[in-house]
């Protein structure tokens, strides 16, 4: 059979032939060129950097709002460079996606009330901060709707009390009586309500996986480097000081962190200079792996950072008769909540366990809990909930600072350059980002500059002076 | 000349054969006493017009504040990387400090060679150590990018410069620079004898750097470890400004045309660096500029060919290498404590070290030509032999220095003041090597101001 094409020529010779070869061999070339990307040894991509200025340890909303905040606050192009460490792409385990995505003012902290506010201002004008070129805008969908504390015989002072810090901060938060509380809302049954607290403005609820995003993308389109791998360990050096009185000290300073690549053995050691610990539920073990926690009794070295994962469970219910457009986020004294969620009557109900926590090695939902305790105060609270089907329902973790209940901010006295921004226990969503710029501030500018949080500081923890929230449920 | 070299190549035994806790010990106080020993070369004798003569190796007023320089460094260099070394096997200690010591033979070979292709093979000896202590001991990935950079680029004018030697050996019958200084240069004004005067002299404006060839410079020292900065911004670059010297002996006439372009360029790349240093986040980075801008302002020195020119040209060369590796040492003193170059992450440490502040002070004051520091001189003397030769480059040398002064305030009031981080609560103080590093480098720099004779080349 011989190679000739239509023309008659020899196939060897014919143009086409020499085009490909002529392709082929300039491929050859290409790739063997000083610009080509190729090496003899096989980039991995997914790697993060060899050397990294600041890893943030967690992609949740607060790492992300750190990332976002320090690359804003750098005042000159790739000043810092920030790498985010997230083990996660999915975000299955993740509090911030699993979130019901309340915002509140209504704290008894001061500090409490003014990240809130700072937090909510930041959401109402988001565009403004995290709009990026040539992409659609954010639309955080932030119901208004307030948020409503009922308050029983007992507790009714405490709610007084807090109204008083709270206006005095500046929240719009209104008292109600019984009655004008069934005349605004005729579904709530008032049996049992002396007081009623109602958050006028900048309270409401919001979707935190847009928050998320938002933050990521603008963060990525600022030159934030991504990671999806676990931090297994840190290398450091140990520097060993005496105090005046004589005790041995050893202040530790991180030097790398190791990333270790998702099913895989490999890992990639980060040189940084700076570890920001915004690991949520998980920040405990990632302190561990310093050895934060693990010293003598009694030393600095031996307070642990006091952050565990506690399991909460959502439910969303679907009610054809139930409150309606106007619903508040209703907290009940007896511990149960609901928020209305989207416009086809459905909400979303939960409570805080009150004798045992669940089991935090899944996420697995216990159905039990709402047919025995929640649906039963739902129901006395809004009697048209009598009949609602559950349609479905998850868990989360909190970053559940069993302390004192309130987030740890600032780093650590013995290891230098590990920041906390973990254990908000439920209110980190609504916090993150003025914590994320607060953070920042500290990293950057020396110090706290908008909002002071050195009441946060990992120093209460040692001093063991809790900062409690003088809640009503 | 030989009671230098053979105490130099003594080194290696030295360094080979000491027990381990002893390297660094031995190996300093070796280097430093083939240093001090090295400032005999200043006893200069006016009637041969060299130092030590002999038929291959001889030092001329030009060439010893160089080769003492590459001598005095050395002891420094292995001062400065006593403590990032310290951590690795006792063979690649060894090996690292055999590396520093070959550089430092290599250097002295090249900066006594009397013949040209002598100097030329000692020039293109001195990459390799250089090569393999960035790709080596350098800290980053980019390091592989910056050797090939490095090499590249030198290699690219050094080619053309030793086809050009070669002709100029076919056409003179000699390289010595004892003969070459005679004869008498009648340069037709033909293209090829341009092309000769381009590739004669490209090598060095590459090694300088010249403003348009300098990108393998930043990422060079960037990626060094500090012994590789320091030696890569106090001495090699001055092979280039040291060769464009020797050669423009030859060039003859040709210069007074061609030199036109470099000229401009080099003026130009001191505002075009300078301007490049003010929004440098990273620490080394901007050293690093600096030093292009500094080299800028030689280049153009040396292309003027006055005598002024010429001896700005060598005293802001040895000033500036002084005054440069003490950044860097600086720099490195920095980053040993917070493992980063981030200008915005490692500021406001005056609070903190201030003894290392009273240094910075020092070393920036020195890099801004302040009165009455030799780095001062040196650029006076150029700005004025420039201006000499045509009014206009006033603007360029006059805004290029308020640049230089606004950078190294500017890296000075970054690094020192400010407000100091949260994550320096504890850290290392200063050790009393890296104060003696500091000295070093700066005391020197200081006694030159009381005898700048010893640096004022040939031509005062």
């Known amino acids: ?473 | 000349m030989l009671k230098i070299l053979i105490p130099t190549f003594m080194l290696f035994p030295t360094i080979w054969l000491v027990p381990g806790k002893w390297l660094w010990t031995a190996t300093t106080a070796h280097s430093l006493v083939v240093a001090s020993a090295s400032l005999s070369w200043f006893k200069w004798c006016s009637e041969t017009g060299w130092v030590a003569p002999n038929l291959y190796l001889a030092l001329d007023p030009l060439s010893f504040p160089l080769a003492v320089l590459a001598c005095w460094l050395v002891p420094l260099m292995i001062i400065a990387s006593q403590n990032h070394v310290a951590h690795e096997p006792l063979t690649r200690q060894r090996t690292y400090i055999s590396l520093l010591v070959s550089l430092q033979v290599f250097l002295i070979l090249a900066f006594s060679a009397m013949d040209i292709l002598t100097f030329y093979v000692m020039f293109e000896a001195t990459l390799i150590p250089t090569l393999i202590i960035i790709t080596r001991w350098g800290s980053q990935t980019e390091r592989l990018s910056a050797g090939t950079y490095f090499m590249f680029y030198t290699l690219l004018g050094s080619l053309p410069l030793l086809v050009a030697l070669l002709y100029l050996l076919n056409d003179t019958g000699t390289l010595s620079m004892h003969t070459l200084q005679y004869i008498q240069m009648t340069n037709p004004d033909t293209l090829g004898t341009m092309l000769w005067w381009v590739a004669c002299l490209l090598a060095f404006l590459v090694k300088m750097p010249l403003y348009g060839v300098h990108l393998w410079l930043p990422k060079a020292h960037v990626e060094a470890p500090v012994a590789g900065s320091m030696v890569l911004a106090a001495v090699l670059l001055k092979l280039g400004g040291y060769g464009m010297m020797r050669m423009m002996v030859v060039l003859g006439p040709l210069t007074k045309e061609m030199a036109y372009p470099f000229i401009i360029l080099a003026l130009w790349g001191i505002i075009m660096t300078g301007s490049i240093c003010l929004r440098q986040t990273d620490l080394k980075s901007l050293i690093a500029y600096s030093s292009v801008s500094h080299m800028g302002l030689v280049a153009s020195g040396i292309l003027i060919q006055t005598p002024w020119g010429f001896t700005g040209a060598i005293i802001l060369m040895v000033a500036h290498g002084l005054a440069s590796s003490a950044l860097f040492c600086l720099a490195n003193t920095s980053y040993e404590r917070t493992h980063s170059r981030t200008m915005l992450l490692t500021r406001g440490l005056q609070m903190i070290l201030p003894l290392m502040a009273a240094w910075w002070f020092l070393a920036n004051l020195a890099n801004l030509a302040l009165p009455p520091l030799p780095n001062l001189m040196g650029e006076l003397m150029i700005i004025v032999s420039v201006f000499n030769w045509s009014s206009w480059t006033i603007l360029l040398t006059g805004l290029g220095t308020l640049i230089t002064a606004s950078y190294s305030l500017h890296l000075f009031l970054t690094t020192q003041r400010g407000p100091t981080p949260q994550h320096f609560i504890s850290m290392d103080p200063s050790h009393t090597r890296e104060h003696l590093l500091m000295a070093l480098h700066l005391i020197p720099l200081l006694l030159l101001v009381l005898k700048p004779e010893l640096m004022w080349g040939w031509c005062f």
């Open chain 1, 1 to 473: 059979k011989h190679n000739y094409n239509a023309h008659n020529i020899p196939t060897f010779l014919s143009m086409k032939y020499l085009e490909n070869q002529f392709k082929a061999f300039r491929e050859k070339t290409a790739e063997a060129m000083p610009s080509s990307d190729w090496t003899p040894f096989e980039i991995n991509r997914s790697l993060p950097p060899e050397r990294a200025d600041i890893v943030i340890v967690g992609g949740g909303v607060m790492g992300w709002s750190i990332a976002y905040w320090l690359k804003q606050k750098e005042k000159i192009r790739e000043g810092v460079r920030v790498l985010v460490v997230e083990r996660d792409p999915t975000y299955s385990q993740a509090s911030t996606v699993l979130s019901a995505g309340g915002i509140r003012q209504q704290f008894s902290l001061p500090e409490n009330i003014v990240l809130s506010i700072a937090s909510a201002d930041f959401m109402r004008n988001i565009n403004k901060h995290l709009s990026v070129l040539n992409e659609d805008p954010v639309d955080l969908q932030f119901n208004h709707s307030g948020y409503l504390f009922l308050a029983s015989e007992n507790v009714a002072q405490i709610m007084e009390e807090n109204y008083k810090t709270q206006r005095y901060v500046g929240a719009k938060v209104a008292l109600l009586s019984p009655t004008q509380l069934k005349e605004k809302f005729p579904w709530i049954n008032t049996d049992g309500i002396v007081l009623a607290s109602y958050g006028l403005e900048n309270e409401g609820w919001f979707d935190p996986w847009t928050l998320l995003n938002a933050f990521r993308r603008k963060a990525i389109s600022m030159g934030v480097y991504q990671c999806f791998g676990e931090v297994t360990g840190f290398k450091y050096t140990t520097n060993s000081m005496n105090t005046a009185e004589g005790n041995k000290l050893d202040f530790q300073r991180i030097k790398y962190a190791n990333v270790q690549m998702p099913n895989s053995l490999e890992y990639q050691p980060v040189e940084c200079a700076i570890v920001v610990n915004a690991a949520g539920a998980f920040s405990g073990k990632v302190a561990e792996m310093m050895g934060i926690g693990l010293g003598l009794k009694d030393t600095i070295a031996g307070v642990p950072l006091p952050v565990e994962p506690r399991k909460r469970f959502v439910y969303v219910v679907h009610c054809p008769d139930g409150p309606g457009l106007e619903t508040p986020f209703l907290i009940d004294y007896s511990g149960v909540y609901f928020r209305r969620e989207g416009l086809g009557g459905n909400y979303i109900a939960g409570m805080s366990p009150e004798e045992e926590e669940p089991d935090t090695s899944n996420l697995e939902v216990d159905h039990q809990f709402f047919q025995e305790k929640v649906w039963p105060r739902l129901a006395h609270r809004v009697p048209a909930f009598e009949n609602l089907k559950v349609k479905s329902a998850w868990a989360g973790f909190y970053d559940y600072n069993t302390f004192d209940q309130n987030g740890i901010v600032g780093n650590h006295p013995l290891v230098n350059n590990m920041f906390f921004a973990t254990g908000f226990s439920g209110h980190g969503l609504q916090h993150s980002p003025a914590v994320g710029r607060a953070i920042a501030e500290l990293i950057l500018d020396g110090g706290f500059q908008t909002l002071d949080l050195s009441a946060f500081s990992f120093q209460r923890i040692i001093t063991q002076e809790p900062m409690l929230e003088k809640n009503i449920v």
